[in-house]
């Protein structure tokens, strides 16, 4: 799928997952604000079979623009994008050394 949506005076295209905009700064806003929205909503449901036109339409809210062209297509590539955007990320701070604790008695 693709959709083609109009923020301002600028376009963008959402493609298997990823926004592409000929301005690096609207393009970055809206890759930063559709995996904050993963991250504390889920994202779009499991069984919305259009999911990357779901996610266009809430940017496109937070943003003031509007969709103005959606391409569906028989690929799962952002299915599975939007899938692994959905996986807990678990940060491990390397800086602080491992010890053994002592075992109470």
């Given at each position: ?12 295209i959402?493609?298997a997952g990823l ?16 995996s ?9 449901p ?9 996610v ?9 623009g ?31 050394p ?8």
């Amino acid at each position: 799928m693709s959709v083609l949506v109009r923020v301002g005076n600028r376009k963008a295209i959402l493609r298997a997952g990823l926004w592409l905009c000929s301005d690096p700064l609207i393009e970055d806003r809206l890759n930063q604000a559709t995996s904050r929205w993963i991250a504390d909503t889920g994202g779009p449901p499991f069984n919305d079979r259009h999911q990357e036109r779901t996610v266009a339409r809430e940017m496109m809210r937070r943003f003031g623009g509007r969709v103005t062209l959606y391409l569906p297509s028989a690929t799962s590539r952002s299915e599975q994008y939007f899938f692994s955007q959905r996986q807990l990320r678990l940060e491990f701070n390397t800086t602080v050394p491992l010890t053994r604790r002592k075992a109470s008695v």
